[in-house]
T-cell receptor, first 114, second 114 residues
């Protein structure tokens, strides 16, 4: 069990640029989740995949946010035309397919918008 | 939508003192989960409670799930400096009570003075 891996750990970019983050879940986990966490808050659910199917994306913060998991393994989260308010920690988690299994989080990608 | 509230927001204790954090949901939960996040780290799963009135212990940590399945508590006996971190409760909001859409509280930040 190598854990959930996220890359990069830290991303600094100028406002208006596009950014993409990658998440590699625990290998046998079918479910993959993206969360956003700002200072002093708990993680905020963004979207969820079961294998390659994106089953919930209503919480993606705007149409500038999109996520993919094309082969049911790793996932990417893209933010287009970044804004100051996008500065946050973006966390990925994964869990097995069986219901009510806990989620295992990666170390996150910290996004800083200049 | 579902809301999960935690109190207190911060708690500072002397090493050896006890600590309790409380969690309340606006809706009845199928289960409640607790996570710990060390400073600079990611949320780490601690425990899941499923049954009404359930009590579970992990060494010095005692977790309770309320009879109405809307509130929960975490109690730490004789805190140690290794207990420092933010403790989050989280409730599932997916259909059928599945875990995929976790709603987190804001967390309780525990600091311990050695």
């Amino acid at each position: 069990d190598t854990g959930v891996s996220q890359d990069p750990r830290h991303k600094i970019t100028k406002r208006g640029q596009n950014v993409t983050f990658r998440c590699d879940p625990i290998s046998e986990h079918n479910r993959l989740y993206w969360y956003r966490q700002t200072l002093g808050q708990g993680p905020e659910f963004l979207t969820y995949f079961q294998n390659e199917a994106q089953l919930e994306k209503s919480r993606l913060l705007s149409d500038r946010f999109s996520a993919e998991r094309p082969k049911g393994s790793f996932s990417t989260l893209e933010i287009q035309r970044t804004e100051q308010g996008d500065s946050a920690m973006y966390l990925c988690a994964s869990s097995p397919l069986y219901s009510n299994q806990p989620q295992h989080f990666g170390d996150g990608t910290r996004l800083s918008i200049l | 939508g579902q809301q999960v509230m935690q109190i207190p927001q911060y708690q500072h204790v002397q090493e050896g003192e006890d600590f309790t954090t409380y969690c309340n949901s606006s809706t009845t939960l199928s289960n409640i989960q607790w996570y710990k996040q060390r400073p600079g780290g990611h949320p780490v799963f601690l425990i899941q409670l499923v049954k009404s009135g359930e009590v579970k212990k992990q060494k010095r940590l005692t977790f309770q799930f309320g009879e109405a399945k809307k509130n929960s508590s975490l109690h730490i006996t004789a805190t140690q400096t290794t207990d420092v971190g933010t403790y989050f409760c989280a409730g599932p909001g997916g259909s059928g009570g599945s875990n995929y859409k976790l709603t987190f509280g804001k967390g309780t930040l525990l600091t311990v003075n050695p």
